[in-house]
């Protein structure tokens, strides 16, 4: 039997003995004053290093964080941005209407009815036959 599970005879005595003294000497060894010293050193250093682990990661946390909002607002220009160009262009193109004088009804085909597509009457900017014949000679085909 071992000395570890509680086994009678000389032998477990003599082991439980060494071990008991082998720990004696690793206490004694580990409370001396240098050893402590270097334990607290060490604890410091570990402490020190978490806390600038912390401070970068709270840095980098704040640097994205700008960064973000100014694509967030360079995006919102951007966006602002097109709408006028959009804005513009609608305008430009009433203009365009208003010059050319008159409005027309056009046939157009629509989705819809029985057979997929129905004929309806679209009102547009008068379009020449010259220009455009695809307009005036447009029919209903699938």
């Known amino acids: 039997m071992s000395a570890s599970n509680g086994g009678g005879g000389s032998g477990s005595v ?3 003995f060494r071990r008991g ?6 206490l004694k060894m580990l409370s001396t004053p240098a050893v402590q010293r270097a334990t607290s050193a060490f604890r410091w250093q570990a402490l020190l290093a978490i806390a600038v682990q912390l401070l970068a990661n709270l840095g980098c946390f704040v ?5 973000i909002l100014q694509q967030t607002r360079g995006m919102s220009e951007l966006d602002d941005a097109g709408k006028a160009l959009v ?13 050319m ?8 085909c629509v989705p819809g009815g029985k057979g997929g597509r129905q004929r309806t009457l679209q009102v547009g900017p008068c379009v020449s036959a010259t220009a455009y014949p695809a307009f005036v000679s447009m029919s209903c085909r699938r």
């Open 63 to 67: 640097g994205l964080t700008v960064l």
């Open 21 to 26: 003294k082998r720990f004696r000497k690793l």
């Open 14 to 16: 003599t082991a439980d």
């Open 101 to 108: 004088g008159c409005m027309c009804i056009r046939p157009a």
């Open 87 to 99: 804005s513009c262009h609608d305008a430009l193109v009433t203009l365009q209407v208003g010059r």
